[in-house]
């Protein structure tokens, strides 16, 4: 199947810094790519979806100013914390999204886990 | 934002039983996938299941659909200690958005 990479895979940053996670879709080109959170025991939360070269779409409760969502190509998405805070700290997760046919296939990153202190 | 519900949330089976998982959604969906999470790593793909679909295999795994009831079953038959991970549904529905449920813990003991 279609593979997915996130970079970094873990982080662990001081509150107040911001932090970049980038997601590639790396043998297709990904019309639109997701970003989830997932804190520990619960499930995926959608927090963005975002189409390339246009701007990105959140979900209710999540700060498009905190979160910045950059899809600059087909190919990478990347996911800012700014000002990150320990209540920030979870498994951020990118998923990409093409259309080989008729149908959609949708792909998932391995995640990153971020560690604010 | 999730829309369905899993249960159960958490499951403890020895090895060789079969494993359940429930999954109830509230919108109609396009299909519905299982997806298993092993802890502190990314999302495996098991199995799809079209709404016109009442049941599909893939090796060990049983899925079953019903429309009607908006639920949907994954069976694990003869697990193994491998298969202990977290185990997700996903529905596609409007706007081919994939919406995952709760998740159920699953932890095959030895």
């Given at each position: 199947?279609?593979?997915?990479?996130?970079?970094?895979?873990?982080?662990?940053?001081?509150?107040?810094?911001?932090?970049?996670?980038?997601?590639?879709?790396?043998?297709?080109?990904?019309?639109?790519?997701?970003?989830?959170?997932?804190?520990?025991?619960?499930?995926?939360?959608?927090?963005?979806?975002?189409?390339?070269?246009?701007?990105?779409?959140?979900?209710?409760?999540?700060?498009?100013?905190?979160?910045?969502?950059?899809?600059?190509?087909?190919?990478?998405?990347?996911?800012?914390?700014?000002?990150?805070?320990?209540?920030?700290?979870?498994?951020?997760?990118?998923?990409?999204?093409?259309?080989?046919?008729?149908?959609?296939?949708?792909?998932?990153?391995?995640?990153?886990?971020?560690?604010?202190? | 934002?999730?829309?369905?519900?899993?249960?159960?949330?958490?499951?403890?089976?020895?090895?060789?039983?079969?494993?359940?998982?429930?999954?109830?959604?509230?919108?109609?969906?396009?299909?519905?996938?299982w997806y298993r999470q092993n802890s502190g790593r990314g999302?495996?793909?098991?199995?799809?299941?079209?709404?016109?679909?009442?049941?599909?295999?893939?090796?060990?795994?049983?899925?079953?659909?019903?429309?009607?009831?908006?639920?949907?079953?994954?069976?694990?038959?003869?697990?193994?200690?491998?298969?202990?991970?977290?185990?997700?549904?996903?529905?596609?529905?409007?706007?081919?958005?994939?919406?995952?449920?709760?998740?159920?813990?699953?932890?095959?003991?030895p």
């Amino acid at each position: 199947g279609a593979v997915v990479s996130q970079h970094p895979s873990w982080v662990i940053c001081k509150s107040g810094t911001s932090v970049k996670i980038e997601c590639r879709s790396l043998d297709f080109q990904a019309t639109t790519m997701f970003w989830y959170r997932q804190f520990p025991k619960q499930s995926l939360m959608l927090m963005a979806t975002s189409n390339e070269g246009s701007k990105a779409t959140y979900e209710q409760g999540v700060e498009k100013d905190k979160f910045l969502i950059n899809h600059a190509s087909l190919t990478l998405s990347t996911l800012t914390v700014t000002s990150a805070h320990p209540e920030d700290s979870s498994f951020y997760i990118c998923s990409a999204r093409y259309r080989p046919g008729a149908r959609y296939e949708q792909y998932f990153g391995p995640g990153t886990r971020l560690t604010v202190t | 934002s999730q829309q369905g519900e899993e249960d159960p949330q958490a499951l403890s089976i020895q090895e060789g039983e079969n494993a359940t998982m429930n999954c109830s959604y509230k919108t109609s969906i396009n299909n519905l996938q299982w997806y298993r999470q092993n802890s502190g790593r990314g999302l495996v793909h098991l199995i799809l299941i079209r709404s016109n679909e009442r049941e599909k295999h893939s090796g060990r795994l049983r899925v079953t659909l019903d429309t009607s009831k908006k639920s949907s079953s994954l069976l694990i038959t003869a697990s193994r200690a491998a298969d202990t991970a977290s185990y997700f549904c996903a529905t596609l529905g409007a706007g081919n958005m994939l919406t995952f449920g709760g998740g159920t813990r699953l932890m095959v003991k030895p």
